[in-house]
């Protein structure tokens, strides 16, 4: 690659990293991690889902067995989703994940489409 090209996705990586939408969600990311309250309703949900990957696995799929961790798990994980931290966690990321859609469309997509049309 050229100096130029190399400049230009330097400045790219940069915007990127001072963007207002990134910079929410790392801060997010940064308050759901250290929240007491997240990481238990995580761990519960981890041993819901363990126990559900258990019961999987020693009875038939169609069980009351499976049927009732699978239960469990769901309500783990909806608990944990509801969680005011992991909503601001995951509306920040719906946003930067937007843009990087963006990104993706406007600087590689152009290529993929040129690309796949000489493999006709």
């Known amino acids: 690659m050229n100096k130029t090209m190399l400049q230009k996705i330097e400045n790219l990586k940069e915007l990127l990293s001072n963007d ?5 969600m790392q801060l997010a990311e940064k308050q759901m991690e250290e929240s007491e309250e997240v990481m238990k309703l995580a ?3 981890d041993l819901a889902e363990t126990s559900y990957n258990d ?3 020693h009875y038939g799929e169609q069980s009351k067995e499976v049927k ?5 798990l ?8 509801k969680h005011h931290h ?6 920040a990321f ?3 994940r937007i843009l990087y859609e963006e990104i993706n469309e406007k600087l590689f997509v152009p290529f993929q489409e040129h690309i ?3 493999k006709k």
């Open 94 to 96: 719906r946003e930067v």
């Open 116 to 118: 796949c049309e000489g």
């Open 86 to 91: 992991v909503q601001a966690y995951l509306m």
């Open 55 to 57: 019961a999987l696995r």
């Open 43 to 45: 761990y519960q949900k």
């Open 20 to 24: 207002e939408r990134v910079l929410a």
């Open 74 to 81: 769901f309500i783990a994980k909806s608990e944990l989703e």
């Open 68 to 72: 009732e961790s699978q239960k469990r």
